[in-house]
């Protein structure tokens, strides 16, 4: 979970800003315990990828240097504005 949520964050898929379920919440619709959730957000947050305040909730944050130009479907398109799929960029 930790390492999709990074991928999500560095593709572009999870904007800044994007506010993340709770803990509880996404370890119900994920099937694992709130422990794994919750390890995840506190990896993320360390690394920057994430903001935590509580009472407020779990967001994106804004990380430099990356590359926001690939398109949401996460496929390299040929050179134009969008993918081989029609994705914008």
Not at 5 to 33: K, M, Y
Not at 41 to 58: D, P
């Amino acid at each position: 979970m930790e390492a999709a949520l990074r991928a999500a964050i560095r593709d572009g898929t999870l904007a800044a800003g994007t506010r993340l379920p709770s803990s509880r919440d996404l370890a119900g619709q994920l099937g694992v315990a709130r422990g794994t959730v919750t390890a995840a957000y506190a990896q993320l947050v360390a690394e920057g990828y994430l903001t935590a305040k509580r009472g407020s909730g779990t967001t994106v944050a804004a990380v430099r240097g990356l590359s926001r130009t690939r398109p949401r479907c996460g496929r390299r398109g040929g050179g134009g504005s969008t993918c081989d799929r029609g994705c914008p960029r």
